[in-house]
């Protein structure tokens, strides 16, 4: 009780802090060379927000709203309290923006060039990333099927899939630009290598993974091979595909950013990336790469939150 | 309640006469037992044996089965962890295969009868899928079997209120006790009528109040249902308790020991009966036949 009414007093009080704090590191007798003084009010801030946030995240509202709010509510400041300590530290500081960008100049940079990024934003992750996780991870899924069903596959594919799996990106990429050429396929044909196997391996360990009363009772009704895959272990498998599907989704934005650094027309993220770092420009690295963390998270999440409509059922969500 | 039995039992019936391509066999549950048909068993095993390799050499798990089961009977098996009853269960119902010996059920092999879908096996485990409702599960074998959608939520709902689950259709497996999964269970495996009800084991793993409680449900069921069950149990008084017939099984080789009748009992009774003298001298001819069948090993 003490302390979340500490926290609810805390909690404005610091959040005014940081803002009068970011004010005057803007202002132009501190940026740069701020003094003694305001580091300590920064490490006082801290400080406080520290225990304002861990009051926060006792508190336990009886309201089921308030309760989601509140949830919310401690990583929304977190991160916002770990973009204002970047931000005073690199102003205050004076780091040289080729080092380390401020977050307002990444967020006014990306502002300003929104309409490149939504150039390279459609052709690395609408064509690119897209197009090579959608294939990889069908065919992923569908050899493991065949891979099932045909035994001498399933022992010849796995130690391939392994020794595949183990291929450094960086190695594979110029191959497919050989390949499929400069554009996007190449780049799509990196993501497809990548998230073929974490499927292939997924699907055959879940097709494996119904019980054996399960299957006793398959037999029992004399139901045959597709019937036994469809009604038990398929889903049985769900949740090992949608694993895959997890990893996949961040392994498809890395496959396509890196193969876009070994030749690649003039548009795409991991393109700029390379050619801005050339030109000394890291504020629009850092915009690309902020885009990148969006998009992947968006990504991620999506797949995250359709799991868990179709797992309903499985221990780790069930309510 | 006699009212309700009755107009169960002649709903059975019906489903019978109308089900496609189900012989006529078991509308025989609407005649007295004693006019049940005195020939033709509906389990009929001669010199069945099971012998499957392990590690450390052979293990005999049945050696020289003989069984009869006619219709209508309600069959316990029973003997110690090992003797093979459970053995047996699974090759009436072809879950394993014998190394010698015959055995049919209603005139055909296990596999045929498998085939023809004349076993609702009731396991250890309620086995629901925890991605269906009560009633999807319930429905599943008749999805299998290819019924049509009105005729699947006729049946299911008709288990349902069978087995006291109204009013649960739309929760998931996870949602219910251990004793309703298992009632569950068996709506799932009376739904697509099988002929004979195979259940191992199937309240071992739930605690002895709720036991005695679905031990009671089980009989009113084969009462109104007049199915051949077959249960194995290492419980002496729900062996008794349960059954017409009981077969004591013992270990290494798995044998049949002794084959007692308690068809005197009668079919209607209540958990007070395990009180009375009748009960008791079965109970302890059980026992000492469990007891003769240890010494062997020692």
Redesign the interface.
Known sequence: MNVSRRAIVLTPLALLGCAYALNLVHSPTVAGQAGLGFWAFIIVLWLAAAVALSGLSNLRPKNLNMRRLAGLCVPILFGAFLFFLWEVIVVGAGVPSVLMPAPSAIGGRFVASLPVLLADFLQTFVKSVLSGYVIGCLAGFLVAIIADRIPFLRRGLLPLGNFVSALPVIGIAPIMVMWFGFDWPSKAAVVVVMTFFPMLVNTVAGLAAA?R??H????????GYW?TLV??RL?VALPFIFNALKINSTLALIGAIVAEFFGTPIVGMGFRISIEVSRMSLDMVWAEIALAAIAGSIFYGLVALVERGA?F???SY?T | MQLKGETVLKRVAEDFMGGSGVPSGLASGTRPASEAPPHAPVVDIKGLSLTYEAADGPVYALSNVDLQITEGEFVSFIGPSGCGKTTLLRVIADLEQPNGGHIHVNGVSPSEARVRRDYGFIFQAPALYPWRTIQKNVELPLEIFGLSKAERQERSQRQLELVNLKGFEKKFPWQLSGGMQQRASIARALSFDPKLLLMDEPFGALDEIVRDHLNEQLLKLWDKTRKTVLFVTHSIPEAVFLSSKIVVMSPRPGRIIDVIDASHLGRERKLEIRETPEFLKIAHRVREGLRAGHSYDD
């Not at chain 1, 006793?216 to 139901?223: F, G, R, V």
């Open positions: 019980g009363l399960e006793d009772l398959m037999h029992s009704y004399a139901a019937t009604k038990l889903p797992t059922w499985h221990p069930r």
